[in-house]
């Protein structure tokens, strides 16, 4: 008399998607679909109905990687971008933080990944021919390397260092070294080595008070 | 020149509803939308459809509580269930744990949720008058309260015993002791004090290899 009890075909299928998402396992999956299933139906077609729109709305920018819409890419169709500086990011998620220091105000290009041998990705995987026309196209005064910081990322740096040498561009790569507000103890070596290397002159106003 | 950035529109939807989810930050939110906005949109529509479709498929079985199709309760309409005893949980979520124990044919009622005069939560807003409907249709022989073995799920199961004190029935509690494979050092102190308290004779047959 054993009963094989469990939930109706339709919550199997929204748990199964929800522990599709990244850093979801099964039982966060399912807490996460009965949370759903106890609000009211409208909310839940709203949820639903929220990834439709984008599945209908967003696609990826030629151009730069970005998510669009039908309506453009609200990066390359600004009008008070510099066209003159290009920053290299692996992924789109990696867009707004620039973004939101304020500080930058050229344009970007998403490579879409990096390169990593062991997971078979090379340079055809990513959007990098798409990288050499720009830069081909010859506004592009300095190209910005804001790759990770992590082996993938040194490679993929260096490979596109090679690869665009003979253009005549500054190219750039995000400075390494101590986090703002991170002590010397909590520093690893590695990262305290670099910030040793990149050490800079203190201006004399700096040094006043 | 600062230009406020942010992903389009219905991304930033799709991040909103996600982040409403349970033990989903905004950092999470934001990683789970852009890897939904990677796959293809086929699976991003299939993600949204499943959703719209338990919105539109699913209903909590007013008998048990537990979530219904439209073509029934897979619990109350199973044919080879014992009706004379009936298990009281504090969520639906918690009937799949104890089914998979595969020791329990019974009936449930769920609760949905406990009291907790903290939070406003009193008899009403519980499933309790339909819980006394069912108890007193008087096929139940046994009631187990299968409630969490915290301050509020203590509180509600004594709520219940002493509401139904006068129906004949035997009402049972889940036993509390050692977690199996738990060793003595690693419980805490009130569960060792339970499990003194609930020690049991050991039957011949145990002690014999």
């Not at 890419?73 to 992924?91: F, H």
């Not at 002590?183 to 008070?209: F, K």
């Given at each position: 008399l054993i009963v094989k009890l469990d939930y109706p075909q339709p919550v199997q299928a929204l748990i199964l998607q929800l522990k599709r998402l990244p850093g979801i396992g099964a039982k966060s999956a399912e807490r996460m679909a009965i949370w759903l299933l106890q609000q009211a139906p409208s909310a839940i077609e709203e949820f639903g109905n929220s990834a439709l729109l984008v599945a209908r709305e967003i696609h990826s920018c030629p151009v730069c990687g970005?998510?669009?819409?039908?309506?453009?890419?609200?990066?390359?169709?600004?009008?008070?971008?510099?066209?003159?500086?290009?920053?290299?990011?692996?992924?789109?998620l990696d867009i707004l933080p620039i973004e939101r220091t304020g500080i930058y105000h050229g344009h970007y290009h998403s490579l879409g990944g990096r390169l990593s041998p062991l997971d078979n990705i090379g340079p055809d995987d990513l959007r990098i021919a798409e990288l050499q026309t720009r830069v081909s196209h010859g506004s592009i005064a300095e190209l910005?390397?804001?790759?990770?910081?992590?082996?993938?990322?040194?490679?993929?740096?260096?490979?596109?260092?090679?690869?665009?040498?003979?253009?005549?561009?500054?190219?750039?790569?995000?400075?390494?070294?101590?986090?703002?507000?991170?002590?010397?103890?909590?520093?690893?070596?590695?990262?305290?080595?670099?910030?040793?290397?990149?050490?800079?002159?203190?201006?004399?106003?700096?040094?006043?008070?």
């Open positions: 970005f998510f669009a819409t039908h309506e453009g890419c609200v990066i390359c169709e600004a009008p008070d971008r510099d066209i003159s500086v290009l920053c290299v990011v692996e992924q789109p910005i390397l804001a790759l990770g910081s992590d082996v993938a990322g040194e490679a993929t740096a260096n490979y596109l260092i090679e690869l665009l040498q003979l253009h005549p561009l500054r190219i750039t790569k995000l400075a390494q070294g101590l986090p703002v507000g991170g002590g010397l103890t909590t520093a690893d070596s590695l990262t305290l080595h670099r910030a040793l290397e990149n050490r800079g002159s203190v201006a004399p106003s700096a040094r006043l008070p």
